[in-house]
């Protein structure tokens, strides 16, 4: 006996656990280019949207998994998001969150990120660049499109 009782669950663990939950409930959007599979799942963020000021967020859950033979490394990223009106944002960056993640033959990367706009629905999609890491070669795989709906939206466009 160790003379102290088990330590009880941590609230942070716990409520992980009940978003990871949440969120593999939602809708998935899902491609595959040449054997890598890109699932997105979105979510509304209430707590960091002020619609009075026309900021609406959302956070996305990306995972990656490589179905190939080979493994592979992500170096960029490329985004179109467009928002209620039609209008285009093009981003473009090394990795994702900070990292440049190889990715092996039979696993998987996982990555939340986010994003607002100033009209309460619009969509995004975009692709990886990637690259074989054995041989060097370069390619690119699409991220599906995807939709960005809020209560405010008066009935689901996308």
């Not at 900021?55 to 179905?67: G, L, S, T």
Request: charged residues 20%.
């Amino acid at each position: 006996m160790s003379g102290r009782p088990p330590m009880p669950p941590k609230p942070f663990a716990e409520a992980e656990a009940a978003l990871n939950e949440a969120i593999a409930a939602l809708p998935a959007y899902e491609a595959t280019t040449q054997g890598l599979r890109v699932q997105v799942r979105a979510f509304w963020l209430d707590d960091q949207s002020q619609p009075e000021d026309h900021n609406f967020c959302w956070a996305y859950r990306i995972r990656i998994e490589n179905h190939g033979a080979t493994s592979v490394q992500l170096l960029e990223r490329s985004w179109e998001i467009i928002d209620g009106r039609g209008n285009v944002e093009h981003v473009r960056g090394e990795g994702v969150v900070g990292e440049q993640p190889v990715i092996e033959s039979g696993s998987g990367f996982e990555y939340t990120s986010g994003a607002s706009l100033d009209t309460p629905s619009g969509i995004m999609r975009g692709a990886y660049h990637m690259v074989e890491v054995a041989t060097g070669r370069g390619f690119e795989i699409s991220i599906p499109t995807f939709s960005l709906d809020s209560p405010y939206q008066s009935g689901l466009i996308h």
